[in-house]
């Protein structure tokens, strides 16, 4: 069966959605029919990724949030583990949902499961919203008929990931509202105040001072080009993510980031910690380690750490220790090296690579925090200086104002 989504009316004519399974297109009508409904428009429900299309709109191509996907794997987990059935497991999540997507997404797994696939093979076919990671741990956790507890594993680490991920954005938003603000207020300051303040003097015989000038000149610049100056900055930043979408010039761009003093250190504290996690999680759920290597090194933003993690994997494969090869990459924190060594040393690898992820989490937190400390000040102490010019600006003529009027 096949779910399908649906726009129908009911008898006092208001328009309801909902999804329903079914053979055909025909049957669901009927089931709405059935129900005194009377459809409008019926269709395939998330119909699965086609390959080839980059075309698309990536808005229309997004997944589901990281909280909606914890969520329902936290209630596969629950069910599985209750020894329901995968297929009824699978529906009575479908079930308990209220996003049309994540419904109509979990019955479309739920009719490949019955057809005979394999729960990672029905969530391949949805890449946006089960990513490789997820699905070679639900691989793996069928394979060695442990999925319920799998899934569990998943659910904590996609809910930390989110966690994570809301601390960095929660840290980030006052900086980028500060600025805003900042920017703001200059712009307006320039294009509205300064032209009443300096009018006095326009119509001055005497040379007016240095400062004075030069602000007369970027207010009228801003009045007369600011729209013109909007335009080229959106333009210029379309034209720098068209130019990165070319893999070469994005893993330039990448290795001129990780030479930027203090930025390469949150790059690498990011990226490192994300990946120690990951590799954690995929040996725990018994994904062979070349193959957990790959996959981690995937989820890895940077291009440059990316091929750094291929090259680990090779040498790994070549019979080097997976301490040696972080090593031998040069970009990996020593002590999350060290702690490979003493979990490869002690076999308690996946607990020591989970280790090294929350002190790199950490030290991350440490640095946005003082980052963001010494920020705040820098960015009174700019908005001070802005307005200190303005007013000397304005006030150096008044202080002649005698001398010019003679």
Do not use: C
């Not at 015989?205 to 909007?230: H, K, M, N, Q, V």
């Not at 490979?340 to 950490?362: D, F, H, I, K, Y």
Request: glycine letters at 8%; proline letters at 4%; charged letters at 20%.
């Amino acid at each position: 069966m096949t779910a399908y989504r649906y726009r129908a009316l009911d008898l006092k004519g208001k328009l309801v959605r909902g999804v329903l399974e079914g053979d055909s297109e025909r049957q669901v009508r009927s089931q709405l029919r059935v129900q005194s409904l009377r459809p409008v428009e019926v269709a395939v429900a998330n119909r699965p990724e086609p390959t080839g299309s980059g075309w698309r709109i990536p808005l229309l191509r997004r997944g589901i949030s990281a909280g909606d996907l914890a969520l329902l794997t936290r209630q596969l987990a629950t069910l599985v583990q209750s020894n329901l059935p995968l297929d009824e497991a699978l529906q009575a999540a479908a079930q308990q949902s209220r996003s049309a997507r994540i419904k109509g997404t979990l019955l479309q797994v739920r009719s490949r499961v019955a057809e005979g696939h394999t729960l990672a093979y029905a969530m391949g076919e949805f890449p946006q919203v089960f990513n490789e990671m997820y699905r070679a741990m639900v691989k793996a956790g069928e394979h060695a008929g442990f999925l319920g507890p799998v899934l569990e594993q998943l659910a904590d680490y996609t809910e930390q990931r989110q966690y994570t991920g809301q601390k960095l954005k929660m840290a980030m938003i006052y900086p980028f509202i500060l600025v805003g603000v900042a920017v703001a207020v200059v712009i307006a300051l320039m294009v509205f105040v300064v032209p009443e303040l300096v009018g006095i003097f326009a119509h001055s015989r005497r040379e007016l001072p240095l400062l004075t000038r030069g602000l007369i000149a970027a207010s009228d610049f801003f009045r007369d080009y600011g729209g013109w100056l909007l335009l080229v900055l959106v333009a210029v930043g379309l034209i720098v993510r068209r130019l990165l979408r070319n893999r070469q010039r994005r893993q330039r761009w990448h290795r001129f980031l990780l030479r930027v003093p203090g930025l390469s250190r949150l790059v690498i504290a990011l990226d490192t910690a994300r990946f120690a996690s990951t590799l954690s999680i995929l040996m725990a759920s018994g994904v062979p380690l070349l193959e957990a290597l790959r996959i981690a090194g995937q989820v890895l933003t940077n291009l440059v750490l990316q091929e750094d993690t291929r090259v680990v994997a090779e040498r790994v494969e070549e019979g080097s220790s997976l301490n040696r090869a972080l090593q031998h990459s040069g970009h990996f924190p020593p002590m999350m090296v060290h702690m490979v060594a003493s979990g490869e040393a002690s076999g308690e690898l996946e607990t020591m690579l989970q280790r090294s992820a929350t002190n790199q989490e950490r030290e991350l937190e440490m640095t946005l925090g003082t980052m963001m400390s010494l920020f705040e000040p820098l960015m009174v102490v700019f908005m001070g200086g802005m307005v200190l010019t303005i007013v000397l600006a304005v006030l150096l003529p008044i202080f002649d104002l005698n001398t010019m009027v003679k």
